[in-house]
């Protein structure tokens, strides 16, 4: 087992974790690219919204790199293809900075409170209720 994968905990390679590992980091590059392509009818802070979910369905999945994955790259995408100026990876502006980072880390906080151990209403009871 290779150092990266004992770091994160999975294999990348083979079955269906692989592919939804693959899914994480571009089904955001895909989407922003879409979305890119009728950027005059909506603002970028509803593409960050949309990208936002997009990165909680693939955290809802159940694994926390699955979410933590699709947040980075969701946040790349969105500077890359969403942000003006388009088409650069580049921070400057206060309103650029502020959805790139609240994309990021909103969406890691969801992808972290789904996946955490204890989110399913089994695990949330008080200790002596029935």
């Not at 947040?71 to 293809?81: G, L, T």
Request: overall charge positive; aromatic content about 10%.
């Amino acid at each position: 087992m290779s150092n990266f994968t004992a770091i994160i905990g999975v294999r990348l390679w083979g079955g269906i974790r692989g592919a939804l590992l693959a899914a994480a980091l571009l089904v955001p590059l895909a989407l922003a690219f879409g979305l890119a392509q009728f950027s005059q009818t909506f603002s970028s802070t509803d593409g960050a919204l949309i990208l936002g979910v997009v990165v909680v369905a693939l955290a809802a999945i159940g694994q926390r790199i699955l979410g933590s994955l699709a947040a980075v790259s969701a946040a790349c995408w969105f500077n890359f293809f969403l942000a003006r100026p388009r088409y650069h990876f580049e921070f400057s502006g206060r309103d650029r900075i502020q959805t790139t980072l609240l994309l990021l880390l909103g969406a890691s906080w969801s992808a972290s409170w789904l996946c955490a151990p204890g989110a399913s209403g089994e695990r949330r009871r008080r200790p002596g209720s029935k």
